[in-house]
């Protein structure tokens, strides 16, 4: 299956912090999902740090089918964080475009039901590739599905929003001030020791935003192991996880693309060894392959928005290992990003000091 992995292979029984009322929920799905028929069975996905996932299995007579429901975790939350009604109103007003998502059919923001806000969406059948090398996949299948990955980023940013019905989706402008700022707050709520790199980047980033006037719509964290893809074919058939979507600037998500799969970065500081997986693109191909279909020349201040992304990540990161220090992380890896939060900040304040 080139390194990806199906997606019911990666479920688990329900975490004991993340339990609810099967019945309740059945209950709602018969009423307010079309088609939904036959008796309820729930796992849980492995994957899913932020919002927690589940697949909803119908058995018995009338059963037979799958869904996937995503819902608010346990606890105290941070403002602004895991809203579940955003994802699922973006992923339902796309579905009228050529950007690639599922089936939305059903939103509940009644917390008496299971607890919490969730959405139940279409289940495809299809492969998520976990590793951004692909350490699998042939030179050409790589080559495919990064080109892919970037073509419908490119697909992502063409779509008029206002048109769509997303006008009120996000204040248009003024995105990496605001941004900055948000993530700022977020990382000073679940700040757990001083980081020195957080400290530069947060004192240098907002006296240095480009002037740059483009607005689209942002996924926020648009990467490879938040898409899936066709059974047997390089082809995107859905972008997943829109949580931090909003209306804002194009290359947050070209860079975060970049800094997340392409640098080594994300996960440890180890950069990739292209010698051992061929056709893995470097930044600068898989941004000359964004602006090719976007119908851009390039991208200047590139150095900013990738320490932009490294700076979200971190805050993003530690917020992660805040909420599995306090017992409602929606994966047990949660606990293991303590170091995240350091290694991206430092990464990111050599990437400022690098030539542009």
Not at 154 to 182: M, S, T
Request: glycine residues 8%.
């Amino acid at each position: 299956m080139s390194g990806a992995v199906q997606a019911d292979q990666e479920t688990t029984d329900i975490r004991e912090a993340h339990r609810f009322d099967v019945k309740r929920l059945e209950a709602f799905c018969r009423e307010a999902v079309e088609g939904f028929g036959g008796d309820l069975e729930v796992r849980q996905f492995e994957g899913g740090q932020s919002n927690p996932t589940f697949l909803l299995t119908t058995t018995g007579t009338g059963g037979g089918k799958r869904y996937v429901m995503r819902k608010k975790p346990p606890g105290q939350l941070l403002a602004s964080a895991h809203q579940v009604d955003r994802e699922y109103r973006v992923m339902k007003a796309l579905e009228a475009t050529d950007v690639p998502v599922p089936h939305m059919y059903a939103l509940c923001e009644d917390e008496s039901v299971i607890g919490t806000s969730f959405y139940v969406m279409d289940y495809l059948d299809g492969r998520v590739f976990r590793e951004s090398v692909m350490p699998e996949a042939s030179e050409a299948e790589r080559r495919a599905v990064y080109a892919n990955l970037a073509e419908n980023l490119a697909k992502l940013h063409a779509v008029d929003y206002e048109k769509v019905g997303l006008g009120d989706f996000g204040k248009p402008g003024n995105y990496f001030d605001r941004q900055i700022g948000r993530w700022i707050k977020q990382y000073r709520g679940a700040q757990t020791a001083d980081v020195p790199a957080m400290e530069k980047l947060i004192d240098y980033l907002p006296k240095h935003i480009p002037d740059e006037p483009s607005v689209t719509i942002a996924h926020g964290d648009y990467r490879l192991g938040n898409t899936m893809f066709h059974a047997s074919e390089p082809r995107m058939i859905a972008v997943l996880d829109w949580e931090l979507c909003t209306i804002g600037h194009p290359f947050a998500d070209v860079a975060y693309t970049c800094m997340y799969d392409l640098l080594g970065v994300a996960g440890s500081a180890e950069p990739i060894d292209r010698t051992r997986t061929p056709g893995v693109p470097t930044e600068e191909e898989f941004v000359a392959e964004y602006c090719r279909h976007a119908g851009r020349d390039g991208i200047p201040n590139w150095n900013f928005y990738l320490a932009f992304s490294m700076f979200r990540l971190a805050s993003i990161s530690q917020g992660v290992y805040k909420r599995g220090l306090d017992g409602n992380a929606s994966s047990e890896r949660a606990k293991t990003l303590g170091d995240a939060c350091r290694n991206l900040a430092e990464h990111a304040w050599q990437i400022i000091q690098r030539p542009d």
